[in-house]
């Protein structure tokens, strides 16, 4: 049940696009179709943004898209705006556990 | 909407109960987990349990400490706490799955503070 590696920090102008990566093993993110992400905004609870890899729940922008091969799942922002500032994590299912990635800080320069 | 209480502070040692109120949803038909986040740091997954309380999973670092029940005749999940240690110091949320490692509704979570 190691955390998944993200990338501490990515940046990018607004207008722009970020990718964000997540690597897990062939334990979670590589057996499964089950990695979600998160947006959390300092002092909030955190918000689903992808489930099931490339899932969009209700009410989330297209902007926002996800992907996955072998073991590395990807988030990516496209469009960047202000409020897309944030902390973002990943989330895979493991069979019997769920395990959270390490968190990557989004700056909107 | 999910409503966490229980939250305070505890010796080390001590033990806490957590709970979660659930409203807006048929709460029986959705595991709910317990996740939480240390002061500064990412989240950590804890704990699921399914809807009819058939199967339970924990975390390597709460699996012995912490257990997780549910009673869905008052829509509620609970996390019992013992044997807590420094490194427990974090707020809780309790989340809604929707799928697998998908958590769709979250509360605003509860402190817990463990220190002498």
């Known amino acids: 049940q190691s955390a998944l590696t993200q990338p501490p920090s990515a940046s990018g102008s607004p207008g722009q696009s970020v990718t964000i990566s997540c690597t897990g093993t062939s334990s979670d993110v590589g057996g499964y179709n089950h990695v979600s992400w998160y947006q959390q905004h300092p002092g909030k609870a955190p918000k689903l943004m992808i489930f099931d890899v490339s899932e969009r729940p209700s009410g989330v922008p297209d902007r926002f898209s996800g992907s996955k091969s072998g073991n590395t799942a990807s988030l990516t922002v496209s469009g960047l705006q202000a409020d897309d500032e944030a902390d973002y994590y990943c989330c895979s299912y493991g069979g019997t556990y769920n395990v959270f990635g390490t968190g990557t800080k989004v700056t909107v320069l | 909407q999910l409503v966490e209480s229980g939250g305070g502070l505890v010796q080390p040692g001590g033990s806490l109960r957590l709970s979660c109120a659930a409203s807006g949803f048929t709460f029986i038909s959705y595991a709910m987990s317990w996740v939480r986040q240390a002061p500064g740091k990412g989240l950590e997954w804890v704990s699921a349990i399914s809807g009819g309380s058939e199967v339970t999973y924990y975390g390597d670092s709460v699996k012995g400490r912490f257990t997780t029940f549910r009673d869905n005749s008052k829509n509620t999940v609970f996390l019992q706490m013992n044997s807590l240690r420094a490194d427990d110091t974090a707020l809780y949320y309790c989340?809604?799955?929707?799928?697998?490692?998908?958590?769709?509704?979250w509360g605003q979570g509860t402190m817990v503070t463990v220190s002498s």
């Open positions: 989340a809604k799955h929707i799928l697998h490692g998908s958590f769709d509704i």
